[in-house]
């Protein structure tokens, strides 16, 4: 089993809707998570990191729960730009991120 | 504001060649980190260092080798390469080796073995 798993998508949205999307990840003493950012052939940039009580950064959301061992992230207002592919990436030990496959988003006109 | 600096950007190669990576970063991070990026998979870490003088295996380091030469720059060598190493290679950067600390990407290399 992956430690780190994601709907590949992809989510094609029109400009301003919302789309949300989640990953799970296998290790349940994994204790840092975060979603990055990947635009097409780029390198990868930190777009949050994902606190226990839920965090928000402008029009993104992200929540975690422990229980279920999956991480959400929810794009409001979406804009053009907002397309990309990203990558849920879970800490399961020290010295150690694991990155999910990524999830592709599409904003259309 | 450079960041992590990868040499080159591409790069072919014929099999059994070989070839160094270079990495830098200008953050005065402690930690470095060597990925590689294959179609729908997730980024696999070949090698780290934690810190200078210190390197590790990651997930996928058969055929890797590597150098941190001092504190700013992490190098990775293919000694004899093999078309299954034709990827994106990332190099990445942190405060520290500990996962609750995010990592700085540079943008890549991409390589081929022919």
């Known amino acids: 089993r992956k430690e780190v798993e994601q709907d590949p998508g992809p989510f094609n949205v029109p400009e301003g809707a919302t789309v949300a999307f989640n990953c799970t990840y296998s290790?349940?003493?994994?204790?840092?998570f975060f979603w990055y950012r990947q635009d097409c052939r780029k390198e990868p940039k930190l777009l949050m990191s994902v606190y226990s009580s839920g965090n928000e950064d402008g029009r993104f959301t992200a929540q975690l729960n422990r229980a279920s061992q999956y991480i959400s992230l929810l794009i409001r207002d979406s804009k053009l730009s907002d397309s990309a592919t990203y990558l849920c990436v879970v800490n399961p030990r020290d010295y150690k991120l694991s990155f999910g496959a990524g999830t592709t988003v599409t904003v259309r006109a | 504001n450079a960041g992590v600096t990868q040499t080159p950007k591409f790069q072919v190669l014929k099999t059994g060649q070989s070839m160094t990576l270079q990495c830098a970063q200008d953050m005065n991070h402690n930690s470095m980190y060597w990925y590689r990026q294959d179609p729908g998979m997730g980024l696999r870490l070949i090698y780290y260092s934690a810190s200078e003088g210190t390197t590790d295996k990651g997930e996928v380091p058969n055929g890797y080798n590597v150098s941190r030469l001092n504190k700013r720059e992490f190098s990775l060598r293919l000694e004899s390469a093999a078309p299954s190493q034709t990827s994106v290679y990332f190099c990445?950067?942190?405060?520290?080796?500990?996962?609750?600390?995010?990592?700085?990407f540079g943008d890549g290399t991409r390589l081929s073995i022919l």
């Open positions: 290790n349940s003493a994994s204790q840092s």
């Open positions: 990445a950067s942190s405060e520290n080796p500990r996962g609750n600390q995010p990592q700085h």
